[in-house]
């Protein structure tokens, strides 16, 4: 069955203090893997898309990275302002688009 | 960017009436859009895939009669919650899928309370 874990469940970071967020995943043939932010009240914010293995795209102080078995998201020296819920989804080659998230991880940077 | 507008962002109504949810591509065309429920702390929860000039595919659980999708063009789908009741009352997300890509984009969601 397609399964996607995320883990922690929660971080809490000081400012500037560099962390990553892990989503390991079990998709029978992957067309893609993303990343989403999400604050409260609103809909997910597009981050990334990951491929393949060994595939690696950066955002600002945000880098993902990608092997056959899960995903990191990395923050380098975060800021209050990356304070949110990281939404990793799988979309499987066979399906129709659909995506099969995973629970999240909230973030929080304390000043 | 890619944008996706849902309107209304809140919405209250009364038990037994319905709602329309509309989500809209505004600078691209989307053959396909997802609607969402969203429960407190939870992850989205896939309703409905919407293709365009086609019935929607419902998932499992999920009652068709009762969540009423219309995509009629390649920039508009709409969501209704007939008959709505106060175990309706979620947050509802949209998204479409940019033509020819893999990435889906978000409206900014629907807080429906039903009182």
């Known amino acids: 069955e397609d399964q996607v874990t995320q883990s922690p469940e929660a971080l809490r970071l000081q400012e500037g203090e560099s962390s990553s967020l892990n989503c390991s995943y079990t998709?029978?043939?992957?067309?893609?893997l993303f990343w989403y932010r999400q604050d409260p009240g609103k809909g997910p914010e597009f981050l990334f898309t990951?491929?393949?293995?060994?595939e690696e795209k950066e955002k600002e102080r945000l880098k993902a990275t990608l092997t056959k078995k899960e995903s990191f998201l990395h923050i380098t020296a975060p800021k209050p302002e990356d304070s949110a819920t990281y939404l990793c989804?799988?979309?499987?080659?066979?399906?129709?688009?659909?995506?099969?998230w995973g629970a999240g991880t909230k973030l929080i940077i304390k000043p | 960017g890619a944008v996706v507008s849902q309107h209304p962002s809140w919405v209250i109504c009364k038990s037994g009436t319905s709602v329309k949810i509309e989500c809209r591509s505004l600078?691209?065309?989307?053959?396909?859009m997802f609607w969402y429920r969203q429960f407190p702390k939870q992850s989205l929860m896939l309703m409905a895939t919407?293709?365009?000039?086609?019935?929607?595919?419902?998932e499992q659980g999920v009652e068709k009669d009762k969540f009423l999708i219309n995509h009629a063009s390649l920039t508009l789908s709409t969501l209704t919650v007939t008959s709505a009741h106060p175990e309706d009352s979620s947050f509802y997300i949209c998204?479409?899928?940019?033509?020819?890509?893999?990435?889906?984009?978000f409206g900014q969601g629907t807080r429906l309370t039903v009182v």
């Open positions: 998709v029978s043939g992957l067309r893609g």
């Open positions: 989804a799988v979309q499987a080659s066979s399906s129709n688009y659909q995506l099969i």
């Open positions: 919407s293709n365009e000039g086609s019935k929607a595919t419902y």
């Open positions: 600078d691209f065309q989307a053959t396909t």
């Open positions: 998204s479409a899928l940019l033509l020819g890509e893999n990435e889906a984009f």
């Open positions: 990951l491929y393949s293995a060994g």
